[in-house]
């Protein structure tokens, strides 16, 4: 059943991938990860699984290559973007780690520090009236950026749920969100709700259910909260209009875990 479940998973990831895209190239890569994923953590290690491994290692090169050539990584124009805070993102799952290892003491301690600086920031640039057009959107000049309420949602998630519970909602908010911008602002055509699009949301659903699927391996939260929090997060994401989704997906979805936990003893 377990395996069963797995290889459902690892698939809708690569279907949504390719429903959001219409890219084989992109589609190539999402299953390549996939079957990288799948080769290591439901095989083991021995001859089965390097084949596959060795498999999906060539399949993941040559759809980069491809997507490469196609230029599906060309972001060039895409509204108002700052590259580097898209490639920054995922190091926040950074957090889950010395959670595990340091305790709860030290993330709060880490992540307060990181949000007060930029809350810092924030201040300073409307106080000074000073864009910082390096680091902040253009969008961003009349309020705080999506960063800080990241973090702040980060810090409040840590300090809120206990246990394992936070580690799902930062990873559909990391993962998620960025195969969703991503993805979505380079093949987004299909107008879903107000500046979302159906693409958008499509990679944002993919991108979280394969980075819970993979936590759910490494740490063992229930497939139930990766089954239902990553739609759930997705829907967030997509209704998140006046408070800004950077900080709702990731304590929203915490709720929605942990009402789970405490109502059906998940």
Same mark, same amino acid.
């Given at each position: 059943?377990?395996?069963?479940?797995?290889?459902?998973?690892?698939?809708?990831?690569?279907?949504?991938?390719?429903?959001?895209? %219409?890219?084989?190239?992109? /589609?190539?890569?999402?299953?390549?990860?996939?079957?990288?994923? !799948?080769?290591?953590?439901?095989?083991?290690?021995?001859?089965?699984?390097?084949?596959?491994? +060795?498999?999906?290692?060539?399949?993941?090169?040559?759809?980069?290559?491809?997507?490469?050539?196609?230029?599906?990584? %060309?972001?060039?124009?895409?509204?108002?973007?700052?590259?580097?805070?898209?490639?920054?993102?995922?190091? /926040?799952? @950074?957090?889950?780690?010395?959670?595990?290892?340091?305790?709860?003491?030290?993330?709060?301690?880490? /992540?307060?520090?990181?949000?007060?600086?930029?809350?810092?920031?924030?201040?300073?640039?409307?106080?000074?009236? %000073?864009?910082?057009?390096?680091?902040?959107?253009?969008?961003?000049?009349?309020?705080?950026?999506?960063?800080?309420?990241?973090?702040?949602?980060?810090? @409040?998630?840590?300090?809120?749920?206990?246990?394992?519970?936070?580690?799902?909602?930062?990873?559909?908010?990391?993962? !998620?969100?960025?195969? !969703?911008?991503?993805?979505?602002?380079?093949?987004?055509?299909?107008?879903?709700?107000?500046?979302?699009?159906?693409?958008?949301?499509?990679?944002?659903?993919?991108?979280?259910?394969?980075?819970?699927?993979?936590?759910?391996?490494?740490?063992?939260?229930?497939?139930?909260?990766?089954?239902?929090?990553?739609?759930?997060?997705?829907?967030?994401?997509?209704?998140?209009?006046?408070?800004?989704?950077?900080?709702?997906?990731?304590?929203?979805? +915490?709720?929605?875990?942990?009402?789970?936990?405490?109502?059906?003893?998940?």
């Amino acid at each position: 059943m377990e395996y069963a479940g797995s290889v459902g998973i690892l698939l809708t990831v690569t279907l949504l991938t390719w429903l959001s895209t %219409r890219r084989p190239e992109v /589609a190539g890569i999402a299953a390549s990860l996939c079957l990288l994923a !799948g080769a290591l953590f439901e095989l083991g290690f021995g001859t089965v699984s390097l084949l596959f491994t +060795g498999g999906g290692a060539l399949v993941l090169a040559a759809s980069v290559v491809a997507a490469a050539r196609v230029g599906v990584f %060309r972001l060039e124009g895409k509204r108002d973007l700052r590259v580097w805070r898209l490639a920054a993102r995922p190091f /926040a799952l @950074l957090f889950i780690p010395l959670d595990l290892l340091w305790g709860r003491r030290v993330v709060l301690v880490v /992540a307060g520090l990181v949000c007060l600086v930029f809350i810092a920031l924030d201040v300073y640039r409307h106080a000074s009236r %000073r864009r910082l057009a390096a680091m902040y959107k253009k969008g961003e000049e009349r309020r705080f950026s999506s960063m800080t309420f990241f973090l702040l949602a980060l810090f @409040l998630g840590f300090l809120v749920f206990p246990g394992g519970l936070p580690f799902l909602p930062l990873a559909f908010s990391t993962v !998620g969100d960025l195969c !969703g911008k991503l993805l979505g602002l380079r093949f987004g055509l299909t107008p879903l709700y107000r500046e979302k699009t159906v693409q958008g949301t499509l990679a944002f659903l993919a991108g979280s259910l394969l980075a819970g699927w993979v936590l759910h391996r490494l740490l063992d939260p229930p497939l139930v909260f990766v089954l239902s929090g990553a739609p759930f997060a997705a829907a967030v994401e997509l209704l998140s209009v006046r408070l800004d989704d950077n900080f709702s997906v990731l304590l929203i979805t +915490g709720g929605f875990l942990a009402a789970l936990r405490y109502f059906f003893g998940v």
